[in-house]
């Protein structure tokens, strides 16, 4: 049978010095991937510099090295389409996915595999992904990054699969999709630019049936603060971060699930932000990010396509 390759995707914007503690986590893997390939959101902080003397000084055997300096920061969302574009170009079969703050354990990648493989043995074919257990630096539960489990989540568990949880979306900190997703479903919403890309992309990929998060599989976030976010906390300095998440996830409730899922979405940030006593003028810029949704309805790249503009 022939070895199934995986590529390593990893998008970074601005923190070279994590970056270099991602790259030294890839390189001390028990199952090295195929490719690395990372994706430089147009960084300012030398992130260039370092990568173009980590490619010519670069030699693990067997692996192939691919660095993507982006012209402009396209956010997390365009990054990994771009990286996972890339990867399937490159003929992986798995692209192993996260964030430039997240260090995968030493075994996370075997671990990740092989949860996977145990999964399609029990459910079949149609798998859409793997992902690890994202823990904090301290080894606490990573807060924001928390699987959404299916009502039997525990089905593989009673299976003798005690490793296995059925999750039905899962955040882009360490995600293992295989290539027939990509091409099933498609790329994420670079649009995006950030927020809410990875849940819309774990649920539209979990249609027919659910991903596993792998127990065994642990990648530490090292995120700052651990905790988690809600429309509450909105504030001066993260009020553009915050706009791009009423904008995104009111897009998807309302062209993909419907103008009630809409309203109701609407109605819960209006509520967190006043219980928050999230200033006014922040107020009305959600407000305002809530009608740009209204026309905000991205399309599927797919990479066996040509990509669009």
Known sequence: ??????????????????????LKSLEAQTTLPDQFIIVNNASTDGTDVYLDEYQKNFSLEGVQLEIIHLPENV???????????????MGADFVWIFDDDGYPQPDALEKLVSGFSEAVEELGPDVPFACSMVKFIDGTICEMNNPVPTWDWGRLQALGHSNLVMVSAASFVSVLVPRWVMEAFGLPYKEYFIWFDDAEYTMRIT?????????????????GANKGVNFSMIDEK????????????????????????FLLFCANV???MRRGNVAKKLRRKMYGKMLEAVRFN??????QEPLQA
């Open 1 to 22: 049978m022939t070895k199934q390759t995986v590529a390593a995707v990893v998008v970074t914007f601005n923190r070279l010095e994590k970056l270099k503690t991602v």
């Open 75 to 89: 956010g997390g969302a365009g990054g990994f389409s771009a990286g996972m574009r890339r990867g399937y170009e």
């Open 207 to 223: 249609r027919s049936c659910p991903g596993v998060e792998v127990l065994d599989s642990v990648v530490m976030h090292d995120m």
């Open 238 to 261: 993260n009020a553009w971060k915050f706009a791009y998440g009423v904008r995104n996830q009111g897009s998807y409730r309302l062209h993909h699930e419907g103008k009630a899922k």
């Open 270 to 272: 209006a509520v967190q």
């Open 298 to 303: 991205p399309k599927t790249d797919f990479p």
